[in-house]
C-alpha cells in the first residue's frame, strides 16, 4: 500500500521560514518524480516546484529563489526548503509522486500559514 506523509506545516511569521518533508513508503521512490503542490482557498491546486528522478528541478515563478526542492532516495523523502515566506504562500501543500508509465500518488498534505 503505498503513503506520502507530509509534515512541517505550521504558522510562521511574513519572512520567516518552513522546512517540509514528504514521505513515501509502498512505493520504490527513487524512480518518481517528486512535485509539491499548493492549493490556497478558493484556489486552483498549483504546481509549486519539481524534481525528476533523475534530480533536475523546476520552480514556480513565485516561488523562484526562496524555496528549494530536494529529494533523499534511500530515505525515501523529498523536502521542500521553504524561506522568506510570504503571507501568499498561505496554503495546504501536497506532495505527489508521478512517472512516465502512469501511476500518480498524493498525500494528505500539510497546512501552511504565514502572517503579516
Known amino acids: 500500500q503505498v503513503q506520502l506523509v507530509e509534515s512541517g506545516g505550521g504558522l510562521v511569521q511574513s519572512g520567516g521560514s518552513l522546512r517540509l518533508s514528504c514521505l513515501a513508503s509502498?512505493?520504490?521512490?527513487?524512480?518518481?518524480?517528486v512535485g509539491w503542490y499548493r492549493q490556497a482557498a478558493g484556489n486552483q491546486r498549483e504546481l509549486v516546484a519539481r524534481?525528476?528522478?533523475?534530480?533536475?528541478?523546476n520552480y514556480a515563478d513565485s516561488v523562484k529563489g526562496r524555496f528549494t526542492i530536494s529529494r533523499d532516495n534511500a530515505g525515501s523523502t523529498s523536502y521542500l526548503q521553504m524561506n522568506s515566506l510570504k503571507p501568499e504562500d498561505t496554503a495546504v501543500y501536497y506532495c505527489?509522486?508521478?512517472?512516465?508509465?502512469?501511476?500518480?500518488?498524493w498525500g494528505q498534505g500539510t497546512q501552511v500559514t504565514v502572517s503579516s
Open positions: 505527489k509522486l508521478s512517472r512516465a508509465m502512469g501511476g500518480d500518488y
Open positions: 509502498g512505493i520504490i521512490f527513487g524512480i518518481y518524480n
Open positions: 524534481v525528476t528522478s533523475g534530480g533536475s528541478t
